[in-house]
Nanobody, 117 residues
Framework: QVQLVESGGGLVQAGGSLRLSCAASGRTSSTTRMGWFRQAPGKERDFVAS????????IYRDSVKGRFTISRDNAKNTVYLQMNSLKPEDTAVYYC??????????WGQGTQVTVSS
């Protein structure tokens, strides 16, 4: 089992920045990839970004490319999502997830990000 705890969400004005953190514990050595997802009210949960174990393989959804950066510190078992130039449409609950094989098997409780215009 892997436990994930997100932090760093909050209220920010458009154009501002936030950094989300995801602290992992438990059987973290079994995970192959970590990801961030988000879910806006009334919408499905969407992929935002992911990163491989070594940190060298990153993937982003098109709408956040150039604004968001995913990174990880394996010594701290923590994954980060630096979000710059935030827009009101980035408002959502952001979830951290861990993948062992083909799917994301473990999820955090989520952290709210609200961007005001």
């Amino acid at each position: 089992q892997v436990q994930l705890v997100e932090s760093g969400g909050g209220l920010v004005q458009a154009g501002g920045s936030l950094r989300l953190s995801c602290a992992a514990s438990g059987r973290t050595s079994s995970t192959t990839r970590m990801g961030w997802f988000r879910q806006a009210p009334g919408k499905e949960r969407d992929f935002v970004a992911s990163i491989g174990w070594s940190g060298g393989s990153t993937i982003y959804r098109d709408s956040v490319k150039g604004r968001f950066t995913i990174s990880r510190d394996n010594a701290k078992n923590t994954v980060y999502l630096q979000m710059n130039s935030l827009k009101p449409e980035d408002t959502a609950v952001y979830y951290c997830a861990a993948r062992e094989r083909l799917s994301y098997d473990y999820w955090g409780q989520g952290t709210q990000v609200t961007v005001s215009s």
